[in-house]
């Protein structure tokens, strides 16, 4: 089945296929310089969590391969800068804080080897490209544990865009989709078109589409209405931080699609890497909500749909805990009370991942 590919690794540099211009267009960029992978990734050339962190990972090792460094101090000084501007990229996604601080764990192991500056250079490229490696096993495994909740047959719907443009890998939620798919369920996706940025109706129906898998274009406006209708069966989105409770936050629109899930008694689950926890965090009170520009609302693709009026634009939103049927995770699924299965996934020393491909 078809895998979108969001991002590369190549001798060239960071290749990212422009998230922005697609169903349109798929036109692929190459990155030299980690400023103009933090640009990326600030602008949504590539965006959904897990993908983030991977271009993070290759934005550091960007960095440490054509830093001008003569010397392993010098290199040692300008580390700080590459990690803040990357890290002030998008506030939400917890996964770019994780890969930024495993991609510090590595350096500063190899300063502790005293491993010299071609070493560092090389070792830090290999670690990126483990970090991508991995997301895919990750996904793979979530797709495995999340396809036993999707029902036999009929309606599941998602939101946003959780797929391979998201992860770099299969995808969470549409991994869970596509595996179940792959095993024989005979499944139809209903996709939230997710306004204002659409990932829903230009990434998700793209996806699905390239995949062979059937799916219906919705309006936001009428998920209740599907909900209380259609005999949906199950709701699988992504999420980009899950506190230690297991208040989750996922693109705008998610809590209420989540609200009228319960109402309609249709399970709604999350999908997500361990990498997506925050555990430090009480509840979803502490997650830092992305304030994105109000141009995104009043226009669409850059032509004016609304008077020139203020908007309002946060790019999540946080269901709590109380929602959630079960959170699928690489390493099992979570049910409720979430504080002690999170802390027991976190904490289950990791199985090997194969990443061979
Ligand atoms: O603003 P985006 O497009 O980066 O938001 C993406 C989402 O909200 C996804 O659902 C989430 O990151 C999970 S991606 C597997």
């Known amino acids: 089945m078809y895998v979108a590919q969001p991002i590369a690794w190549t001798e060239a540099g960071v290749v990212m296929l422009d998230q922005r211009r697609l169903p349109a267009e798929e036109i692929s960029y190459t990155y030299t310089d980690y400023r103009d992978v933090a640009k990326a990734i600030r602008e949504m050339v590539i965006r959904g969590a897990p993908a983030i962190g991977v271009a993070a990972a290759m934005g550091v090792a960007l960095a440490a391969r054509h830093s001008p460094a003569k010397s392993v101090a010098e290199l040692r000084a300008e580390m700080p800068a590459i990690y803040d501007l990357l890290a002030k990229t998008r506030p939400t996604a917890v996964d770019l804080f994780w890969a930024l601080e495993r991609m510090d764990r590595k350096f500063n192991e190899l300063l502790s080897a005293n491993a010299d500056l071609d070493t560092i250079r090389r070792e830090m490229v290999a670690e990126a490209k483990l970090?991508?490696?991995?997301?895919?096993?990750?996904?793979?495994?979530?797709?495995?544990?999340?396809?036993?909740?999707m029902p036999k047959e009929g309606l599941v719907m998602t939101q946003c865009n959780a797929g391979a443009l998201a992860t770099a890998g299969i995808g969470t939620a549409l991994g869970v989709i596509r595996v179940a798919v792959e095993q024989g369920k005979n499944l139809h996706v209903l996709v939230p078109e997710t306004r204002p940025y659409l990932q829903g109706a230009r990434l998700t129906a793209?996806?699905?589409?390239?995949?062979?898998?059937?799916?219906?274009?919705?309006?936001?406006?009428?998920?209740?209405?599907?909900?209380?209708?259609?005999?949906?069966?199950?709701?699988?989105?992504?999420?980009?931080?899950?506190?230690?409770?297991?208040?989750?936050?996922?693109?705008?629109?998610?809590?209420?699609?989540?609200?009228?899930?319960?109402?309609?008694?249709?399970p709604f689950y999350i999908a997500a890497p361990i990498s997506t926890f925050d555990l430090a965090i009480p509840d979803g009170d502490s997650i830092p909500i992305e304030e994105r520009s109000a141009e995104e609302v009043t226009h669409i693709q850059g032509v004016r749909i609304a008077p020139d009026v203020p908007a309002a634009h946060p790019a999540f939103d946080v269901t709590p805990a109380r929602y959630i049927a079960g959170i699928i995770t690489e390493r099992g699924v979570a049910h409720a009370p979430y504080a002690e299965a999170l802390r027991d996934l976190a904490t289950t020393p990791r199985p090997a991942l194969s990443t061979a491909h």
Request: charged content about 20%; aromatic content about 6%.
């Open 206 to 266: 793209w996806e699905l589409l390239k995949g062979g898998i059937p799916l219906t274009l919705i309006t936001d406006n009428m998920v209740g209405h599907f909900l209380k209708t259609a005999q949906v069966k199950a709701i699988v989105t992504g999420a980009d931080r899950i506190a230690a409770n297991g208040d989750t936050a996922n693109k705008i629109g998610t809590y209420q699609i989540a609200v009228l899930a319960k109402e309609n008694n249709v």
């Open 131 to 149: 970090v991508h490696l991995e997301k895919k096993a990750t996904d793979e495994a979530i797709g495995r544990f999340g396809a036993a909740f």
